[in-house]
């Protein structure tokens, strides 16, 4: 069993930096992909970011493309996300997650993270 804990969420003015991390528990983190997701108040969980098991694949949703960036560090069992020019919008719970493959829906994701708190003022 994979559990998952982030860290690294904060309040950051708009168009500040945070690097969320999600360490992993036991030996799946190198043969999992992970994924990023956030949930906003009221609203659904949306797909962040995935990377595949090699780190050979990743994708972005478009609202944060070219602003963020996932990468994981095999020797560490953590995966990051590095936010750059955040935006108010960008204000969620951030939950990292554990699947199969870097898909980007929510469901097909084994393992949870318990989230952490991000939230970016104007």
């Known amino acids: 069993h994979v559990q998952l804990v982030e860290s690294g969420g904060g309040l950051v003015q708009a168009g500040g930096s945070l690097r969320l991390s999600c360490a992993a528990s036991?030996?799946?983190?190198?043969?999992?992909?992970m994924g990023w997701f956030r949930q906003a108040p009221g609203k659904e969980r949306e797909f962040v970011a995935a990377?595949?098991?090699?780190?050979?694949?990743?994708d972005y949703s478009e609202s944060v493309k070219g602003r963020f960036t996932i990468s994981r560090d095999y020797l560490k069992n953590t995966v990051y996300l590095q936010m750059n020019s955040l935006k108010p919008e960008d204000t969620a719970v951030y939950y990292c997650?554990?699947?199969?493959?870097?898909?980007?829906?929510?469901?097909?994701?084994?393992?949870w993270g318990q989230g952490t708190q991000v939230t970016v003022s104007s």
């Open positions: 997650a554990r699947g199969s493959w870097p898909s980007t829906r929510s469901s097909e994701y084994d393992n």
């Open positions: 036991g030996r799946a983190f190198s043969r999992s992909a």
């Open positions: 990377v595949s098991w090699n780190g050979g694949t990743v």
